[in-house]
């Protein structure tokens, strides 16, 4: 008797969990944004981070003021992306648009809800002649 109400109790628990996570809702898909895109939502909005997925030596010679960098061919990238405050706005940027695609998608798993694909990436931006920092 006791191992039928176990058995009934764990079934009971996993349909629980399940019905849970299908009426969850998913995070929204990252939106890729230009660089006027940008300007308006960095003025609507304090709560932004700048998170830069370039190497550590791209970084180096360059980035966006106060970018945060978190290389995405690192083996601690979702590690490292894991542990940042998912109650912030982030615009993600690369040189030129493909890791910080794939980086958004990454993001998007983990649960984080505002992501902003930078769509120039740093390149564009240093083309339409943002400042940066070295």
């Known amino acids: 008797m006791k191992n039928r109400l176990a058995l009934v109790a ?72 894991g542990a940042l405050d998912r109650n912030k706005t982030y615009v993600v940027t690369c040189a030129v648009g493909m890791r910080s695609a794939r980086a958004c998608k990454k993001l998007e798993g983990l649960g984080f809800k505002e992501i902003y694909d930078l769509a120039p990436g740093f390149d564009g931006w240093k083309k339409a002649h943002r400042p940066f920092e070295k």
């Open 10 to 81: 764990a079934l009971l628990f996993a349909m629980c969990a399940w019905s849970a996570e299908k009426t969850s809702a998913p995070p929204a898909p990252a939106k890729r944004i230009g660089l006027e895109e940008f300007d308006k939502l960095s003025a609507a909005n304090t709560n932004i981070v700048i998170l830069d997925v370039r190497t550590a030596a791209e970084f180096e010679k360059g980035r966006i003021a106060g970018a945060t960098n978190i290389d995405y061919n690192s083996l601690r990238f979702t590690e490292k992306a």
